[in-house]
């Protein structure tokens, strides 16, 4: 689906490198066909036990989008043709033997970020956003009672394509060898 003839990025370190967090983007209208892509590589994301504890909903129509950005009253945010509401079931999820310990969220975060790498693929920005109204997005989406929208990941073409350099931890700071 990566309209160049050539790919833009040869290795996945260089896609991680190159996907940012995109809070400006153009009124052009996201294709079909890209939406389909990377929804296609979020469905093939692994997930605890294989449950697949999760469902996005695809939000394209202008008066479900102004009550979907409702539930985020950001400015940058409204200007995103799309949003993806990666939305998990917590009742269907894997609960870990020892501790009960639910992992939807986490297997909605995997999701989430193949999403995320596939969209940039793509020429595609997205941002994720956790901060916002989660019962009203819910009513907004009639969503069923045991699932959760858990993300919501705008979706367009950035509106800057200038490279920001992100600040992280160096290597040795988050990696640790044999033991902590």
């Known amino acids: 689906m990566n309209d160049s003839k050539e790919?833009?990025?040869p290795d996945l370190l260089a896609l991680v490198k190159a996907r940012r967090s995109v809070r400006a983007?153009?009124?052009?209208?996201?294709e079909r066909a890209k939406l389909e892509y990377i929804l296609e590589v979020a469905r093939l994301a692994p997930s605890a036990v294989n449950f697949q504890p999760w469902s996005f909903v695809v939000v394209r129509e202008p008066e479900r989008l102004k009550a979907l950005y409702e539930c985020y009253p950001r400015e940058w945010f409204a200007s995103a043709p799309?949003?993806?509401?990666?939305?998990?079931?917590?009742a269907a999820s894997?609960?870990?033997?020892a501790d009960n310990k639910d992992f939807c969220d986490v297997d909605v975060a995997i999701a989430t970020e193949h999403l995320?790498?596939?969209a940039a693929e793509q020429?595609?920005?997205?941002c994720w956003v956790c901060n916002f109204?989660?019962?009203r997005c819910k009513e907004v989406l009639n969503l069923p009672d045991s699932w959760e929208p858990i993300v919501l990941l705008p979706v367009g073409y950035p509106a800057d394509n200038a490279d920001k350099e992100r600040?992280?931890?160096?290597?040795?700071?988050?990696v640790k060898w044999e033991s902590f």
């Open 7 to 9: 790919n833009k990025y």
């Open 25 to 30: 983007f153009e009124s052009t209208k996201v």
């Open 82 to 90: 799309v949003c993806i509401v990666v939305c998990g079931d917590h």
């Open 94 to 97: 894997w609960k870990r033997s």
């Open 116 to 118: 995320a790498l596939a």
């Open 123 to 126: 020429g595609l920005g997205s």
């Open 133 to 135: 109204d989660a019962p």
């Open 167 to 174: 600040k992280r931890k160096s290597i040795n700071d988050v």
